[in-house]
């Protein structure tokens, strides 16, 4: 059997994470091992704060339109807002209501309105 040379493979597999690593300070742009380890760390960051940014985003919407809700001068709760929204059948979601309550403040009046809500 032939020998298999396997020093390009090793090459390109290096040059590739090291290219991953460029702009960060010190060993772990150059060297091999602590930029493989700086980018295990960085690649388990950026999944983490990937599911954070939702829960905040998720969070700002609900401000928002609870900020809505008060400054149209509604009665009703943002909990029942969304209760009602929900069982009228309404695909508006979050996102898209708070958008609708930021940019066009008449058009949530309306929406909120259309809602039959019990006092």
């Not at 069982?87 to 508006?92: D, E, M, P, Q, V």
Request: a positive charge.
């Amino acid at each position: 059997m032939s020998r298999i040379k396997r020093g390009t493979i090793a090459h390109k597999r290096r040059k590739y994470l090291l290219a991953r690593a460029k702009g960060y300070l010190g060993r772990a742009k150059t060297n091999f091992r602590a930029a493989k380890e700086r980018l295990l760390h960085a690649e388990k960051n950026a999944y983490k704060s990937r599911k954070l940014r939702k829960r905040e985003l998720r969070r700002l919407w609900i401000a928002r339109i609870n900020g809505a809700l008060d400054q149209i001068g509604s009665t009703i709760s943002y909990s029942r807002f969304m209760d009602q929204l929900k069982k009228a059948g309404n695909r508006l979601n979050r996102k898209s209501l708070s958008e609708i309550a930021i940019r066009d403040i008449e058009s949530f009046r309306k929406i909120v309105e259309s809602l039959s809500v019990p006092k």
